[in-house]
Structure formats: C-alpha cells, structure tokens
T-cell receptor, first 116, second 110 residues
Framework: DTAVSQTPKYLVTQMGNDKSIKCEQNLGHDTMYWYKQDSKKFLKIMFSYNNKELIINETVPNRFSPKSPDKAHLNLHINSLELGDSAVYFCASSQDIGTGVIYGYTFGSGTRLTVV | KQEVTQIPAALSVPEGENLVLNCSFTDSAIYNLQWFRQDPGKGLTSLLL?????REQTSGRLNASLDKSSGRSTLYIAASQPGDSATYLCAVFGTNNLFFGTGTRLTVIP
C-alpha cells in the first residue's frame, strides 16, 4: 500500500478554474505538508498541518488553501488558477517527536498541474 | 535563513565509477539531513536520513556523511550503475521547516 498518495497525478485545466488536489497518508504521521516544485526543480514549502493546525504558511497567494478533514488527509484547494501556478505539487508527511522531525519525510509521487 | 547548496549541478560518469555528491548548508542548527532521489517526472524517494547527532548512514552502495560544524554533507555512491541516473536532492530540517538544495543531476553512462 502506498504510504502517501496524491490524486490526481496529472491535472490540466484552464485559467480561472478552481481545482483541488487530494493527499492521504496511512503512516499515522502527525504532520502533513504541501510543496511546490518550480520549473527549475526547486522545492519550496507551501503549507504544513500538525493535528489540524496550520503551523507554517509561506508567502503563497491566498488563492491556495489547505484543508485537513482529519490527521490522515491534507487537500490543496486552488481558486482562480493562473498560468504561473503550473508546477508539480508534492504532498509529504512526517512523524514529529518533541521539537524536531526524527524519522524524516515521506513524499507522495506528485501532481503535475498544467494551467492553459 | 537556511540556504542549502548542492555542487555540482550536473555530473556525468562512466558506469562502475565511485562518485561523491556534495551538499552544504549555512545554518548548522539542524535536526537532521535527508538525501532524496528524484527520477524524471516522478516523486521523491528517500535514500538516507542522518540525525544531527550522527556522522554517517549507509544503505547498500550509498553512504552519506554529515559534518554539522562545517555545514556539509556528502553522498557517496559506489560502483555506479545506469539505474542510478536521477536527480539527487539533499534537505535539511531546521526550525519548523525542511530546506531543499537545488539538486545534482547524475547521469551514469553505460
């Protein structure tokens, strides 16, 4: 069974549309994340959720909103999509102990979003 | 702010060679460092995780070292194979965040 799964794997949509990317982890991890990989292959954190609480929110447009219905899910909603949103989005999870991440991160396989 | 740099950006080696990938970071106050592999169009696969208290970790033909005081980590790949061709990313976990390097694209030539 896949530890961190994202759906869909590919998403092609028109400018102005609203779309969602789903992420689920079956590892029992406490924290989940969304990362964006740009055209230069640089990974940058967008959000993280710990026990349903947003603990990191980098300077991303408010058109992006994470939704966590429970500890095992962190979905990414994007409103009014723009051409510049085209990228690969990765979901990840980690098990935090104390003040640091001890066991490392597990990543999903990514969602390639193309806005046309 | 933590900055993670990987050198070289790209590397081509003939099959069978041993090679070293480098990762440097500016803030030594890290909890751990993780090496990932990314195949074209695919997700990230975790290779090795080194805790801040550790000096190295080994898995098969891979060996990763960590020198916190100098802000450096290396990933050593022994007897490289064409299947090792991928982009290798290092990432350091600092205060509430994971910082990624820009990656080294490795090509192993048969």
């Amino acid at each position: 069974d896949t530890a961190v799964s994202q759906t869909p794997k590919y998403l092609v949509t028109q400018m102005g549309n609203d779309k969602s990317i789903k992420c689920e982890q079956n590892l029992g991890h406490d924290t989940m994340y969304w990362y964006k990989q740009d055209s230069k292959k640089f990974l940058k954190i967008m959000f993280s959720y710990n026990n349903k609480e947003l603990i990191i929110n980098e300077t991303v447009p408010n058109r992006f909103s994470p939704k966590s219905p429970d500890k095992a899910h962190l979905n990414l909603h994007i409103n009014s999509l723009e051409l510049g949103d085209s990228a690969v989005y990765f979901c990840a999870s980690s098990q935090d102990i104390g003040t640091g991440v001890i066991y490392g991160y597990t990543f999903g396989s990514g969602t390639r979003l193309t806005v046309v | 702010k933590q900055e993670v740099t990987q050198i070289p950006a790209a590397l081509s080696v003939p099959e069978g060679e041993n090679l070293v990938l480098n990762c440097s970071f500016t803030d030594s106050a890290i909890y751990n460092l993780q090496w990932f592999r990314q195949d074209p169009g695919k997700g990230l696969t975790s290779l090795l995780l080194i805790q801040s208290s550790q000096r190295e970790q080994t898995s098969g033909r891979l060996n990763a070292s960590l020198d916190k005081s100098s802000g450096r980590s290396t990933l050593y790949i022994a007897a490289s194979q064409p299947g090792d061709s991928a982009t290798y990313l290092c990432a350091v976990f600092g205060t509430n965040n994971l910082f990624f390097g820009t990656g080294t694209r490795l090509t192993v030539i048969p």
